[in-house]
């Protein structure tokens, strides 16, 4: 794997504004109108959550490790920038975006094998697939990506930086859950992954329940997601004060995950968990906030980005709720099948 994001085609070519996004969807969807009126689909959300569960089941039964398991999600969101998801198979495609990440993480699966735990799980929509039709659709699928195969991820940052902010276990596996839960969205197209990570682990600080953490995101009401939303404001306040004492901007270059000065103690953020009779834990957990504070306006990370990355989340978990798994899958075999597209 490249060592340097900055210098990736992930950062060159995969990595784009949400109205150039919306704009390259809607160019696919005009292509062919008369395709998209006749087979409506749900908001692209819940089809995410749909890919996403189909993934992961497939990975489950071939034990594929979570680096190929993400690489491959990112694989399927680049590819439908380019190609419209009602001229497709998706079954066919998560097999082989599976398939084809194996072999870039080097964690390869044998593609009789895929084919094999592919038809099981879906015996009606894979019928006609076999390892022949396999390779075609991974060709297809370079293709499309032109070539450009390589995932920066946001585990490293997390993995990185736990100890830097002492967090717990529990805190750990819920910001290990809500990267996991960021590919059901568009943040891989969007930011980079140590944007996603730092995010990641601010919600896991403020927003999620500890005991349930491995079990998926379970935010604790408003008050968390307002703890969070000062804290960046907050680190941004400061960010700009350090700057404009530095003589400005900094101008152009390389951000770094490294504070310019020592991390320990300071800052004026405060929250609840100051004050004598209040839970210890709400005291831990706001001195690390207050420590996560400090950490952000001393470094050079993009900030509102952060914010961004946050309203997303918690608007996706909001729109989670609402999915109805029969409705969507209903809707992807129905083209599937009207266009024999399982052939």
Not at 6 to 19: A, I, L, M, P, V
Not at 269 to 285: A, D
Request: charged share 20%.
């Amino acid at each position: 794997m490249a060592a340097n994001f900055w210098e990736s085609t992930q950062r060159r070519y995969w990595q784009f504004t949400k109205g150039e996004l919306a704009a390259m969807r809607q160019k696919l969807e005009d292509e062919d109108p008369n395709l998209v009126q006749m087979f409506p689909l749900p908001q692209l959300r819940h089809i995410n959550i749909y890919l996403n569960q189909q993934i992961n089941r497939l990975a489950k039964r071939l034990g594929v490790r979570q680096q190929g398991l993400a690489t491959a999600q990112v694989y399927i969101k680049r590819f439908y920038t380019r190609v419209e998801i009602r001229r497709t198979n998706p079954y066919l495609l998560v097999a082989t975006a599976l398939y084809l990440a194996c072999k870039m993480e080097e964690c390869p699966q044998h593609i009789r094998l895929i084919v094999q735990e592919a038809r099981g799980l879906w015996p009606e929509q894979f019928h006609g697939q076999d390892t022949s039709k396999l390779g075609e659709c991974e060709f297809f699928l370079i293709s499309e990506m032109s070539s450009q195969l390589i995932v920066h991820q946001p585990y490293r940052t997390l993995t990185n930086l736990q100890g830097e902010f002492n967090l717990t276990q529990d805190e750990v596996q819920a910001a290990w859950q809500v990267i996991n839960d960021h590919y059901m969205t568009d943040l891989p197209l969007l930011y980079p992954p140590h944007v996603i990570g730092l995010t990641a682990i601010l919600l896991a600080i403020v927003c999620f329940n500890r005991q349930n953490a491995a079990g998926g995101a379970n935010a604790t009401g408003a008050g968390g997601l307002v703890m969070a939303a000062n804290a960046l404001a907050h680190a941004q306040a400061q960010s700009q004060a350090r700057m404009a004492a530095m003589g400005g901007n900094s101008g152009p270059g390389t951000p770094t995950l490294t504070p310019q000065g020592s991390i320990a103690g300071g800052g004026s953020f405060s929250s609840q968990g100051g004050g004598e009779g209040v839970n210890p834990i709400e005291k831990i957990r706001a001195a690390k906030l207050q420590r996560f504070t400090k950490w952000l306006a001393e470094s050079n990370v993009d900030i509102e980005g952060m914010i961004d990355c946050t309203q997303e989340l918690v608007s996706f978990y909001e729109c989670h709720e609402g999915y109805d798994d029969k409705d969507v899958r209903e809707k992807i075999i129905r083209f599937v099948k009207a266009r024999g597209l399982d052939k």
